[in-house]
């Protein structure tokens, strides 16, 4: 079931989070690969790949929310997971 949970969070605290957050940082590498390096998954893993998320928020006045997406039943991989938006880098 879809829903929408409101909470203390709006679009000026969001800001203000982004705001607070160094960019010293934003190119660095994240994934599993390295959080999790001894993962028996990951040492038959093909090479890395670009990719990217977005994460909308919705600034509805008081009140902000994040929009995500639910993937298609059908797909090979993720299928009907909830998830951000984006993927491979165009």
Same mark, same amino acid.
């Given at each position: 079931? !879809? *829903?929408v949970t409101r909470g203390p969070f709006s679009a000026e605290d969001f800001r203000a989070r982004v705001a607070a957050q160094p960019l010293a940082h934003a190119a660095d !590498?994240?994934? !599993?690969?390295?959080?999790?390096?001894g993962h028996p998954r @990951? /040492? @038959?893993a093909k090479a890395l790949r670009d990719a990217a =998320? @977005?994460?909308p928020v919705v600034d509805h006045g008081r009140d902000a929310t =994040?929009? @995500?997406t /639910?993937? +298609?039943e059908k797909l090979r991989?993720?299928?009907g *997971? =909830? +998830?951000f938006p984006g993927g491979t880098i165009d």
């Open positions: 079931m !879809d *829903q !590498d994240y994934g !599993d690969h390295r959080f999790n390096p @990951l /040492k @038959l =998320v @977005l994460i =994040v929009l @995500l /639910k993937r +298609a991989n993720h299928s *997971q =909830v +998830a």
